[in-house]
């Protein structure tokens, strides 16, 4: 079966370091995405990993384990806008692009 | 950000009535993809597309149906509307390049059905 897991709700302080994890289990895997949604907003991509190690993209960063089925998103120098809902999603090899999401983590920073 | 727009914005309809959605994008990418969020569930997949008139079902299809008669255009109608099919719907499309399957967000369609 095609499983994602993160947890639901985090908290942080502004100018923190947090990380968001994602564990997944899944057939076929082809890659693994970090969205970012504000509320009320669509999703915004922000970052796309299918090989092993870190990916850094300015304040943030994304981790990926294939053999652990594992991720995780670093957010750095947290800022009050970083407050969002942080979406991760797998692709799969021949699914038409289809990809399996995860519930989202809502992130709440606080001053 | 891609070229990706979703007709009506906001709409409340009544029980019982048809809806038609529309996505319009402007990127001649080949995938389309329909969405439904909800508090608890996450992005559910409605139904996708990979090219003109070739569609197939996600895993909430039930009560919806699609066409796409051209490539910018990706229609979601609701035959009959019921009070489960009020959420926000998202429109995303994505394109053929190498690996990368990212897909992009249209805004959004808030729907309520009285």
């Known amino acids: 079966g095609q499983n994602i897991d993160q947890p639901t709700e985090m908290t942080a302080t502004e100018g923190a370091i947090v990380q968001i994890n994602c564990t997944y289990q899944?057939?076929?895997?082809?890659?693994l995405f970090w969205y970012q949604q504000h509320a009320g907003e669509a999703p915004t991509f922000l970052s796309y990993?299918?090989l092993d190690g870190l990916e850094e993209k300015g304040r943030f960063s994304s981790f990926l384990s294939r053999s652990k089925g594992y991720s995780y998103l670093l957010l750095k120098e947290l800022q009050m806008k970083d407050s969002a809902s942080y979406l991760c999603?797998?692709?799969?090899?021949?699914?038409?692009?289809?990809?399996?999401w995860g519930l989202g983590t809502s992130l709440a920073v606080n001053p | 950000d891609a070229g990706i727009t979703q007709s009506p914005r906001h709409k409340v309809t009544e029980t019982g009535t048809p809806v038609t959605l529309r996505c319009h994008q402007t990127?001649?990418?080949?995938?389309m993809y329909w969405y439904r969020q909800d508090p608890g569930h996450g992005l559910r997949l409605i139904h996708y597309?990979?090219?003109?008139?070739?569609?197939d079902k996600g895993e909430v299809s039930d009560g919806y149906s699609v066409s796409r008669s051209k490539t910018e255009d990706f229609l979601l109608t609701l035959e009959s509307a019921t009070s489960s099919q009020t959420s926000v719907y998202f429109c995303?499309?994505?394109?053929?390049?190498?690996?990368?399957?990212?897909?992009?967000f249209g805004p959004g369609t808030r729907l309520t059905v009285l």
């Open positions: 995303a499309i994505s394109g053929d390049s190498g690996r990368s399957d990212t897909q992009y």
């Open positions: 990127e001649n990418h080949r995938y």
């Open positions: 597309s990979y090219g003109v008139k070739d569609t």
């Open positions: 899944t057939s076929g895997f082809n890659g």
């Open positions: 990993n299918v």
């Open positions: 999603g797998t692709v799969n090899a021949g699914n038409n692009r289809k990809l399996i």
